[in-house]
């Protein structure tokens, strides 16, 4: 870089931005726009913040508490169908634009000295860039120990590559190469950890505009749900650099000296200098070193999106039906049948999934839920069709009976025109379900039988238990319908099972398995989550 040694340092202030009028105007309405989108917009945040128990954490505690959302809410539900998503940022912007007006024409009235400009930009992108980099912080632990997009179950890799989604196949091409998608959990953690410093602001503010606009466009190009999260930290990162465009441009492009003349306020004195370095300190320790541990005992024993429930260890595996009947009658294998089951898989978890050449819903979600009963982590079964069914099963095993329910969920009061085939679908005739709403599980496993089975909240690494999963496995279900089988299983060294029961129709079934050993061209994974 060519240095001009005639430079005059007391122009270097000019190389800073003047408060002129537009830019005051600009400030306004930026000021309270960034102000909105860094509050929590939903009641049940902080209901969820008080209800934490700080002294028995989980990851998904403080997961949540970073990844919340912002923004107002109310525009015309004609217009929120045209907005991608981003309607709480357009009447954002609207309110800021008005308020922004007015506080201009009171401004005014009344001269306001510039300092108090200069004091509230600075406070403004403190909490512009704590607020990116909490959220993005937790945003990246979950890939740097890679839980967001899991390494594919064998249900799903088992599945035709057309019968995917384009979420599901880009979430999937992640899953597959963890040493990738801990290389962007890196990436987004250290932008965070550079934004809790003023002096590594920028170089934080670039590597997170780098980064999420890339996952922006991905998410956009695949259909992949969380292009508006991710836009959000490209627009905090474009504000935390718009200041220093012009020095960048000064020094990289006409390669002149450049200082940064960062503003600094006077006020941090006394007592108010250790209360920031209390706060500061804080936010360090819990959402770096604490939220690290959390996220590493979440993945070790309890990931998020799959299931952490071992399941029957003797059934894990690929099967093929070797024998198939209804009600005593043989269904003889074929491709078209819409009937008989083409193939079926236990996999290490508590979840078995079959096919059958017969058109199933689809689940078009992330696989995400902040419930944390296995039958509500639906990762395995989003994104997929091609008759692929995916079942949640109690094992009791004394008796050897599999009591299975389809994890595909209908909501009563919002979808009644969804409901899946079988015993529990809604009567058109009488509007009822054919099973009891307010106790879903009491009429489907004795007492004996949940005796056997025992407490699924406790059937993972004692490391791993804390308030919040104690408190979700209490929660009341709500009022869904599920397709149903219990079915008993009978296997000497489980290259053979023998399934008898009632199916989803209450038919009786009888299904002989035969274990086959499948060789996939991707490598095996290493770097696996869950204890089973």
């Avoid at 009447?91 to 009235?109: D, M, P, R």
């Avoid at 632990?141 to 179950?153: A, I, R």
């Avoid at 996952?215 to 718009?242: K, P, Q, R, T």
């Avoid at 909240?457 to 219990?486: C, G, H, L, T």
């Amino acid at each position: 870089m060519h240095i001009n040694p005639d430079f005059d340092l007391s122009k270097r202030d000019a190389l800073n931005p003047e408060w002129k009028t537009s830019a005051l105007i600009s400030f306004r309405i930026a000021f309270v726009f960034f102000i909105i989108l860094s509050v929590p917009n939903n009641l049940k945040w902080y209901t969820d913040v008080l209800s934490i128990d700080w002294t028995n954490l989980h990851f998904l505690d403080l997961y949540f508490t970073a990844r919340f959302e912002s923004g107002l809410k109310f525009l015309d539900p004609y217009i929120l169908r045209h907005t991608f998503g981003f309607s709480s940022w357009l009447t954002s912007l609207a309110v800021s634009i008005i308020a922004g007006l007015v506080w201009t024409f009171v401004s005014c009235a009344n001269k306001q000295n510039i300092e108090n400009y200069n004091l509230l930009y600075y406070f403004l992108r403190v909490i512009v860039r704590y607020r990116a980099a909490i959220g993005i912080i937790a945003f990246g632990f979950t890939k740097l120990l890679p839980e967001q997009m899991p390494y594919p179950s064998l249900g799903l890799l088992n599945t035709n590559f057309g019968d995917l989604t384009p979420q599901k196949i880009y979430w999937l091409s992640i899953g597959i190469v963890p040493l990738y998608q801990i290389f962007a959990g890196i990436v987004e953690v250290l932008a965070g950890i550079l934004l809790l410093f003023r002096s590594t602001t920028s170089l934080g503010a670039i590597l997170l505009f780098a980064a999420l606009s890339d996952i922006f466009f991905v998410n956009l190009a695949y259909d992949g749900g969380v292009h508006v999260y991710s836009a959000y930290f490209v627009l905090f990162a474009s504000f935390l650099l718009i200041k220093d465009i012009p020095k960048l441009y000064h020094l990289l492009i006409l390669e002149k000296v450049t200082y940064s003349n960062n503003y600094h306020p006077n006020i941090f004195n006394s007592w108010l200098k250790y209360l920031r370095l209390l706060a500061k300190s804080g936010v360090i320790i819990l959402f770096i070193f604490v939220l690290a541990r959390l996220q590493w005992v979440s993945f070790k024993y309890d990931p998020f999106k799959q299931p952490s429930t071992p399941g029957v260890k003797m059934l894990r595996g690929n099967y093929v039906v070797s024998d198939f009947r209804i009600n005593n009658l043989t269904i003889p294998y074929s491709p078209v049948d819409s009937t008989r089951w083409q193939s079926v898989t236990f996999e290490e978890w508590s979840t078995m999934t079959l096919r059958v050449n017969k058109p199933v819903p689809i689940d078009l979600t992330n696989g995400s839920n902040s419930l944390m009963q296995d039958i509500y982590r639906t990762y395995e079964l989003t994104g997929v069709g091609g008759g692929y069914r995916v079942f949640h099963y109690f094992a009791d095993t004394i008796n050897h009976d599999l009591y299975l329910q389809d994890k595909y969920e209908v909501i009563l009061e919002k979808n009644k025109h969804l409901l899946p085939s079988g015993p529990l679908a809604w009567s058109a005739k009488n509007k009822v379900s054919k099973y009891d709403d307010s106790n879903p599980d009491s009429n489907w496993i004795s007492k004996k039988a949940w005796h056997n089975i025992g407490d699924e909240n406790r059937k993972i690494d004692a490391k791993a238990m804390s308030s919040r999963r104690s408190r979700e496995f209490a929660y009341k279900p709500r009022k869904e319908i599920r397709d149903r089988m219990v079915l008993s299983y009978k296997t000497n060294d489980g290259s053979q099972i023998i399934l008898k029961g009632l199916d989803v129709n209450q038919d009786s079934i009888y299904v002989e398995l035969t274990r086959v050993s499948k060789r996939y061209m991707l490598p095996k994974n290493k770097i696996t989550s869950g204890k089973y």
